[in-house]
């Protein structure tokens, strides 16, 4: 895990205040401007290009008209190919913040693609900005950015506020289109204001407040790793979770990722005791990979990882969890069909964990492009190949044998086994396909459905009726998923209310998608745990207790 040492700390919060997520609102009309001709009305000399702008002629950038907008138009010309408009401009010495801006649309867009022909999300359209020094070198640990809505057919604003670091004396702004297979982009302004100095001195205030919470949050975390254990056991009676004197229990919390593509995990303690302690939760779910857990993931300087390093993260995050009387959900964090890899896992992880009430087992993230048949009882699975590589087969054990590895060591913890399609659909559980428990303390059957999924009732809610579901995953984001119709994403301001009356009306066991600022849909903005508005904040409300009105089904 990343040091959280406060030198660390402190310049976790100071990346974090410098880079507030796009929702934050521009600057009043009266700020003052640093960027001229950012709405490109101006003519250069040759009257061929904007005046201040800088040109590489060799890039398939042109400068358009429509009606009375004018605009740079980017375009992906051919895959793999990056195409960068810069900027660069004096900061005056007063300024503390910049405000920035672009306006923008797009067409055509595809994402980048690996080796395999998949698709890369990285591999998309960025607003980048970067300090600079008086020499012209970038200020360490300066800068940010972010991913532009591929989905933005219509022009679109998008807005953010950052600090001028120390030692900046120049700003550099970056449209660019990185490594598409195909697309093309617009842009009809690009604005830098300077930010109000008020409002920049009350970011320092609150960062300075955030910092100090860190560091006493990070202080106060070997003490409760050495505390004994809150933590209630769990069976299962019916629909329900109880504990061994019958009194209900249900489970809601978030999701803390990184585990899943990280040796060391990103704040992984800090965000298990920040879900605890600050939202309230009562389960954390820790996604984690079995190639990190044996050592055979990536880890420094090309070498494997440590996976007694990796193994101590997750002891920590249970024991900090127990301390608290609260719960972990260990994610097996993977797709497709399990692998005989799964069966190695979890016989390692529930000999590591059957004597501790405080895990409970999700055995397989999300099965996809599978039948229900493959999903229980295992067998050959075939693997398309890509880009005329002929299909391989690989032996699953399914879900039972999962189970089955799992018991075979003595463990009793509940089970959660995620459906088809993602773990969205439960529908073949009764339909002849549930898991036999072996004689351990229950099964849940998970569901995970964002804002584009539909038919709550019968893909899992019917289920809910017969045996306790976790909901491990829901979320929506204002920043639309580029491998989603747009059409079919629901706006967060009417899904989000409905999902979260939904899990409480039926007494749903829930853990919300994610607290992490990074992994979408985000419960929060920086890694001072700011709620974003249209996601973290309600969550964080009906963790604290407040009652949602359900609207409608979807």
């Given at each position: 895990m990343k040091s959280l040492l406060s030198f660390a700390i402190l310049l976790s919060a100071l990346a974090a205040a410098s880079s507030l997520r796009a929702e934050t609102p521009a600057s009043s009309p009266a700020a003052k401007s640093l960027l001229t001709n950012g709405d490109f009305q101006n003519a250069g000399a040759d009257a061929t290009w904007p005046a201040d702008w800088e040109q590489n002629k060799e890039a398939p950038i042109t400068w358009e008209k429509e009606g009375d907008v004018r605009f740079l138009r980017l375009v992906a010309t051919q895959p793999e190919m990056t195409v960068e408009q810069t900027r660069t401009i004096d900061l005056p010495e007063s300024t503390k913040g910049v405000d920035l801006g672009i306006r923008f649309r797009v067409e055509g867009f595809k994402f980048g693609t690996n080796s395999s022909g998949g698709p890369v999300f990285s591999k998309d359209m960025h607003f980048n900005y970067q300090f600079l020094d008086a020499d012209g070198n970038r200020v360490p640990k300066s800068g940010g950015g972010f991913v532009l809505d591929s989905h933005a057919k219509d022009w679109t604003d998008v807005t953010r506020r950052a600090m001028v670091p120390e030692g900046a004396k120049k700003l550099k702004v970056i449209v660019v289109l990185n490594k598409l297979t195909a697309g093309t982009l617009e842009v009809s302004s690009v604005t830098v204001n300077e930010a109000p100095e008020a409002e920049i001195n009350a970011i320092k205030d609150a960062q300075a407040a955030a910092v100090k919470k860190a560091a006493e949050d990070e202080a106060a975390i070997p003490a409760l790793l050495a505390l004994p254990s809150k933590t209630e056991p769990l069976k299962v009676e019916g629909n329900r979770l109880v504990t061994p004197d019958g009194r209900q229990v249900l489970l809601q919390g978030v999701n803390v990722p990184s585990l899943e593509w990280s040796e060391k995990g990103e704040r992984i303690l800090l965000s298990v005791k920040v879900a605890i302690d600050d939202w309230k939760a009562n389960v954390v779910r820790l996604p984690v990979h079995d190639d990190?857990?044996?050592?055979?993931?990536?880890?420094?300087?090309?070498?494997?990882?440590?996976?007694?390093?990796?193994?101590?993260?997750?002891d920590d995050a249970v024991k900090l969890a127990a301390?608290?009387?609260?719960?972990?959900?260990?994610?097996?964090?993977?797709?497709?069909?399990?692998?005989?890899?799964?069966v190695d896992f979890w016989k390692d992880a529930a000999a590591r964990y059957k004597d501790n009430p405080a895990v409970l087992f999700d055995?397989?993230?999300?099965?996809?492009?599978?039948s229900w048949e493959i999903w229980r009882n295992g067998g050959d699975v075939v693997v398309k190949g890509k880009g005329g590589a002929p299909d391989t087969t690989f032996q699953s054990p399914g879900m039972q044998g999962l189970v089955d590895a799992i018991r075979s060591t003595g463990a009793k913890n509940i089970i959660?086994?995620?459906?088809?399609?993602?773990?969205?659909?439960?529908?073949?559980?009764?339909?002849?396909?549930?898991?036999?428990?072996?004689?351990g303390n229950g099964l849940m059957y998970a569901t995970h459905f964002y804002n584009w999924h539909r038919d709550w009732e019968n893909r899992f809610l019917k289920v809910a009726e017969k045996y306790p579901v976790l909901v491990g995953e829901f979320g929506a984001d204002v920043k639309k998923m580029g491998f989603i119709p747009a059409k079919n994403q629901e706006d967060p301001a009417t899904w989000v209310p409905d999902a979260l009356a939904m899990v409480q009306k039926y007494n749903l066991n829930w853990t919300a998608f994610s607290l992490h600022p990074k992994a979408t849909p985000v419960l929060i903005s920086d890694w001072n745990y700011t709620p974003t508005p249209f996601w973290g904040v309600h969550v964080k409300d009906a963790l604290a207790g407040k009652k949602f009105e359900l609207g409608r089904l979807r």
């Open positions: 990190f857990w044996f050592g055979r993931g990536k880890g420094g300087k090309g070498k494997p990882n440590d996976a007694e390093a990796y193994r101590k993260v997750v301390a608290r009387g609260a719960y972990i959900i260990l994610d097996l964090h993977r797709y497709h069909a399990a692998p005989e890899s799964a055995i397989y993230n999300e099965p996809t492009n599978i959660i086994a995620g459906g088809i399609n993602y773990a969205y659909d439960l529908t073949g559980v009764l339909n002849g396909f549930a898991l036999d428990d072996k004689g």
